[in-house]
């Protein structure tokens, strides 16, 4: 297992786009929105753990009053792979949008 995690200033609205993974968005008085990234395998070597953990990118930025966070997943088969984002945002928000992204199949 391996964690990413951040802050963003405040923002109105909140966009996050993934490859995969379970996405919690919940409200708390705070001043800025916090993410947390659990990225979890299921192998058994720590070789092949470190490749598949290194294979999903997360990034996050801010462009005026839209927040983003991103996880881009490079690796090929992500059956023994699975990300969970847990997102904290003030009350402040106004919307928060979800994108999945779905790989064509050949």
Not at 5 to 19: A, F, I, N, Q
Not at 75 to 80: D, E, I, L, P, V
Not at 85 to 99: E, G, M, Y
Request: charged letters at 25%; glycine letters at 6%; a positive charge.
């Amino acid at each position: 297992m391996a964690e990413t995690t951040g802050s963003l200033p405040k923002s109105r609205v909140l966009r996050v786009v993934t490859d995969m993974g379970a996405v919690r968005v919940q409200g708390r008085e705070q001043p800025a929105i916090t993410y947390t990234i659990r990225k979890l395998v299921h192998v058994s070597s720590e070789q092949s753990a470190r490749r598949l953990l290194e294979a999903f990118h997360v990034s996050a930025s801010q462009h005026g009053d839209q927040a983003t966070i991103e996880g881009s997943w490079e690796g090929g088969n992500t059956r023994k792979f699975s990300a969970e984002f847990s997102i904290v945002v003030p009350p402040q928000l106004d919307s928060a949008k979800l994108k999945l992204r779905v790989a064509s199949s050949p």
